[in-house]
């Protein structure tokens, strides 16, 4: 079973995205889905100061099985990636709320109402069955 956090939001493409500071959230991809991609192998994410609209493509991920495009659930500036993932992309099997986060980004716009379009706990657990 995936592990689903309810203090998060979620898209349909399984990423995840949390508040962590001012107007700046921290994504990454869900516990379903890197179970789904398998071993992990690389990490390509976009360079910060890119504007990323939602839905975007942010970059993509490799893993053993196939390699699968990142997309943006909020809209806003990447202030930040996470570089250790260069060198540990298997953090995101094994971390994937935690250490194996992605990019942070600083919402452009109203924040509660980029995060109140993503899914709840309960319908992402719908949206996996």
Known sequence: ???????????????????????????????????????????????????????????????VKTVSELYCPVPGTVTKVNEVLVEQPELVNGDPYGEGWIIEVAVEGDLEEALGRLLTAEGYRALIG
């Not at 689903?4 to 001012?22: Q, V």
């Not at 990454?28 to 398998?38: E, F």
């Open 1 to 63: 079973m995936s592990e689903i956090r309810e203090h998060l939001g979620y898209s349909d493409e399984h990423e995840w995205a949390l508040k962590i500071e001012g107007s700046v959230v921290r994504i990454g991809i869900t516990d379903y889905a890197q179970s789904q991609l398998g071993d992990i192998v690389f990490v390509e994410f976009p360079e910060v100061g890119t504007v990323v609209a939602v839905g975007e493509s942010i970059g993509t991920i490799e893993s």
